[in-house]
Structures are given as C-alpha cells and as structure tokens.
Nanobody, 124 residues
Framework: QVQLVESGGELVQAGDSLRLSCAAS????????MGWFRRAPGKEREFVAG????????LYAGSVKGRFTISRDNPRNTVFLQMNSLKPEDTAVYYC?????????????????WGQGTQVTVSS
C-alpha cells in the first residue's frame, strides 16, 4: 500500500533552519505531484508548498515564500522541504501529500495520499 513517511521535525529556535523529508513507497513516485501542508494548533490545515512530478513549477504559500524551498529526488522517492529563517508562527505539524498528476495544487482535497505528519516547533 501507499505510504508517505515524514521526518526531520524538531524543536528549534527562531531564525534556525530545518529540512523535512518525506519518503514515499507503494506508488510510482515520478507520476505524482507532491505537496507540503501544515496544521498549527487550533487552526485549519493549510498549504505550504508544492512541486510538480518532474521537480519544476514550485508553488509556495505567501507566508513562506523566500524562506522555504521544496525539492524532490525521484530516484529516491523523496520530497524535501528546506525551511530557513524559521518563525514561531511556523510551529505546526507538517504533512506531505501526493497527487496523481503533473502539477501541484493548493487544494488539499485534490491530494490522494497523506503522511502522518512531523512536528515542527519554533521557540522565540
């Protein structure tokens, strides 16, 4: 079956960097666009970043643009989220998601598979 497993979340200080990884199995990774979403305490899940199945056409939420970078390694079936200049408001559980198709989208309902999430906590 399809599995998406996130890793890399931890407690850091404001201004630090983190790199999240999401390892996929059970699917033909190169045929899926990938996305990162997050859910902060007491808030709805929101889109963070997305990448096309070939690694181009990145999408970013306005709140992370210029600080976060999404990338993927298709031979390793892995998608990454490099997060720089972290802020306390970036504190959330981060999820990766897979969508069969060429391009990513900000719409969470168009993703078929989800990971279990990894906690990122940014202290001030």
């Amino acid at each position: 079956q399809v599995q998406l497993v996130e890793s890399g979340g931890e407690l850091v200080q404001a201004g630090d960097s983190l790199r999240l990884s999401c390892a996929a199995s059970g699917l033909t990774f190169s045929t899926y666009a990938m996305g990162w979403f997050r859910r902060a305490p007491g808030k709805e899940r929101e889109f963070v970043a997305g990448i096309s199945r070939t690694g181009g056409l990145p999408l970013y939420a306005g709140s992370v643009k210029g600080r976060f970078t999404i990338s993927r390694d298709n031979p390793r079936n892995t998608v990454f989220l490099q997060m720089n200049s972290l802020k306390p408001e970036d504190t959330a559980v981060y999820y990766c998601a897979a969508r069969l198709g060429v391009t990513a989208t900000t719409n969470e309902f168009l993703y078929s598979y989800w990971g279990q999430g990894t906690q990122v906590t940014v202290s001030s």
